[in-house]
């Protein structure tokens, strides 16, 4: 039995914990290729109109799962990543959006994750769809949920000879090199080193950032990526916000990020991306970004 998983949204975050349940369950996984021109252009045609950069990609991703003929594809319902906090709205859609946009897909296995990632309820529910049993998904599960919590106490690796930048936004913008021209390349080829909100993990409330409680994940994600010092005890250099046109979550949030740096007086870059973002303008923000960090460091140590 083959299942596509793809390589978009939530698989930046929980990817290697649906990879490994599924194959402990016995199934073929099938990666869709990772996120190239042919699949955004793919994914922007078929998506419904007003869908966000995220969607389209991974509508370009399911399409190219289609293609390798896979039996199944694993697109999780995600409503709610802790129990007091929210993904975003379409995330919870997203089985009705993909299959509104292409009727002729593959079955969709969408287990609803609504209080907890690791909640092995949704998992279950799955594997007895395919057949397995319930002492087949509980070793599975378990094996999976060892594996993504190990990847979550990785750390970046972190030079005090180097200035770091902190990337914040949501994984599938972050972590994918293709959306975001490969961002972090281009900070390390200028001498900095990044990190990102995955590589922070979560904070339960950003109470100097938020007025009230922020019941958005990667609100929290961000907040803690912020106000987390670094290894060394020092402040990044400064930060990069990535969002994507129309989102939002992040049209909130990025106010309140935006104000907390400034207050701190730490250099701040909001980028937006979409499909018709090109790759020299958003280098040469980049660059002016840069710059003026270096000229700040300068004259302070003037």
């Known amino acids: 039995m083959k299942i596509g998983l793809p390589r978009a949204m939530h698989f930046y975050s929980y990817g290697i914990l649906w990879y490994t349940f599924l194959e402990k369950l016995g199934a073929q996984v099938i990666l869709s290729d990772l996120s190239n021109r042919e699949i955004l252009d793919c994914g922007a045609k078929k998506m419904v109109d007003g869908a966000c950069l995220p969607l389209k990609i991974l509508r370009g991703h399911v399409e190219n799962l289609k293609e390798k003929g896979v039996d199944y594809i694993f697109l999780p319902r995600v409503v709610k990543l802790t129990p007091a906090t929210f993904a975003c709205p379409k995330s919870a859609g997203l089985p009705e959006l993909i299959f509104q946009t292409g009727r002729d897909l593959p079955p969709l296995l969408s287990p609803v994750i609504e209080e907890n990632v690791a909640d092995p309820a949704p998992y279950y529910e799955t594997a007895h769809k395919l057949g397995a049993s319930k002492k087949q998904a509980q070793k599975a599960f378990a094996l999976a949920l060892r594996k993504w919590s190990l990847q979550q106490k990785e750390k970046p690796l972190s030079s005090k000879e180097q200035k770091t930048i902190g990337i914040l936004g949501h994984t599938y913008l972050t972590e994918d090199p293709f959306i975001n021209f490969h961002l972090a390349e281009k900070l390390q080829a200028r001498g900095y080193q990044t990190f990102t909100s995955r590589q922070q993990h979560q904070l ?62 730490i250099p701040y870059l909001a980028l937006t991306l979409d499909e018709q973002t090109g ?7 980049i660059e002016a970004f840069l710059d003026m960090i270096e000229r700040r460091e300068r004259r302070a140590g003037a």
Request: a negative charge.
């Open 204 to 265: 339960l409330q950003g109470e100097e950032i938020y007025p009230k409680f922020m019941f958005w994940q990667s609100g929290h994600d961000m907040a803690y990526a912020m106000q987390r010092p670094l290894d060394d005890g020092q402040k990044a250099a400064g930060y990069i916000l990535l969002s994507a046109f129309g989102c939002g979550p992040d049209s909130y949030i990025e106010t309140y990020c935006r104000e907390f740096l400034q207050k701190k007086e």
């Open 279 to 285: 790759e020299a303008g958003f280098e040469t923000r």
